[in-house]
Nanobody
Framework: QVQLVESGGGLVQAGGSLRLSCAAS????????MGWFRQAPGKEREFVAA????????YYADSVKGRFTISRDNAKNTVYLQMNSLKPEDTAVYYC????????????????????WGQGTQVAVSS
């Protein structure tokens, strides 16, 4: 089993920044591709960003490209999401997810591509 614990959420004004962290335990972190998803009230969960096991490949939703940066520190078993230039439409619960699937079965932008999920952290952006 893998435990994922998100932190760093909060309330911020539009244009501000937040840095989310997701600490992983239970399995070898460097063997996991990691992703961030979010779900706003009344909406479906959507992909935000993902990073490969080594960190060499990163993927972003069009809505956050240029504003958000995903990174990982395999020595600390932690993945980060730096969020800049936040907008009210970024308000959501943010979830991190881990995938231990082989590359042939890993789909970074699809929730079904992940095996484990955290409990989420709330991000609220005021206008």
């Amino acid at each position: 089993q893998v435990q994922l614990v998100e932190s760093g959420g909060g309330l911020v004004q539009a244009g501000g920044s937040l840095r989310l962290s997701c600490a992983a335990s239970g399995r070898t972190f460097s063997n996991a591709a990691m992703g961030w998803f979010r779900q706003a009230p009344g909406k479906e969960r959507e992909f935000v960003a993902a990073i490969s096991r080594s960190g060499s490949r990163r993927y972003y939703a069009d809505s956050v490209k240029g504003r958000f940066t995903i990174s990982r520190d395999n020595a600390k078993n932690t993945v980060y999401l730096q969020m800049n230039s936040l907008k009210p439409e970024d308000t959501a619960v943010y979830y991190c997810a881990a995938s231990y699937k082989s590359d042939a079965y890993y789909t970074p932008r699809i929730g079904a591509g992940y095996d484990y999920w955290g409990q989420g952290t709330q991000v609220a952006v005021s206008s």
